[in-house]
């Protein structure tokens, strides 16, 4: 293979690095391509068969010079405008009646202060389990509003949490019931009650007549 070789392009003898290697160089490479591409010996120039005017053709079957040209060609319709307006239209139509016809989604009536529902839910576990997790549930509710919130270190006691915000402050009892009520210890110490109101997503603090004073 290393012995001197005719370039097909411009007949000077170089040394080809492969067996089928022809050209000394991309630039005779591309010049030969060029002169004797498989387009340039085929394409040549001819008349249409339907207006005559002269064309380059590429293959013996290229006869005319455009698909307008060739006798099954079949020019589209246009719509007018009136037709197009009238489609718009009642696509239109037919939205407004998908959207006035589709059906109703049912919707659950319920109380204002309907409550208990998760006193529902936690009914297996015990009753110190339920006040701890009631306790909880109110702190983690208020901390999320930007409360203060404090517990008391002994599990027995009048009061659960002290909640605070700025100058407003609340001895607080959380409660699992919304309808207990007050000791009269408690009722001295001006505590009052705290529970969540799970269908407005609110906590409640009302005082021992069970009028609400504060929604969180």
């Known amino acids: 293979m290393w012995y001197k070789r005719k370039c097909k392009t411009c007949l000077e003898k170089y040394v080809p690095v492969q067996e089928t290697q ?10 030969w391509w060029k002169k004797n591409s498989y387009s340039h010996r085929r394409s040549r120039t001819t008349n249409c068969l339907t207006c005559g005017e002269e064309f380059i053709k590429y293959n013996d079957n290229h006869k005319f010079c455009g698909p307008t040209c060739k ?12 037709e197009i307006k009238r489609n718009l239209f009642f696509d239109i139509l037919k939205k407004v009646y998908k959207f006035y016809n589709r059906k109703p989604v049912p919707i659950k009536k319920r109380d204002q202060y309907e409550l208990n529902e998760r006193f529902d839910e936690i009914t297996i576990t015990g009753p110190g389990k339920k006040g701890a997790i009631t306790e909880h549930e ?26 605070f915000k700025e100058k407003e402050s609340y001895f607080i009892d959380a409660k699992t019931n919304p309808h207990s009520t007050l000791n009269a ?3 001295n110490l001006d505590i009052k009650i705290g529970y969540l109101d799970r269908h407005r997503n609110v906590a409640i603090v009302s005082d021992s007549h069970g009028h609400i004073i504060k929604q969180i």
């Open 71 to 82: 006798p099954t060609f079949v020019e589209p319709k246009k719509k007018s405008s009136v």
């Open 185 to 187: 210890d408690q009722k």
């Open 22 to 31: 022809k050209f000394c160089g991309a630039i005779c490479r591309n010049e």
């Open 138 to 163: 109110f702190m983690c509710h208020v901390a999320r509003r930007g409360w203060e919130c404090f517990k008391n270190f002994s599990p027995n006691g009048p009061i659960d949490l002290v909640i």
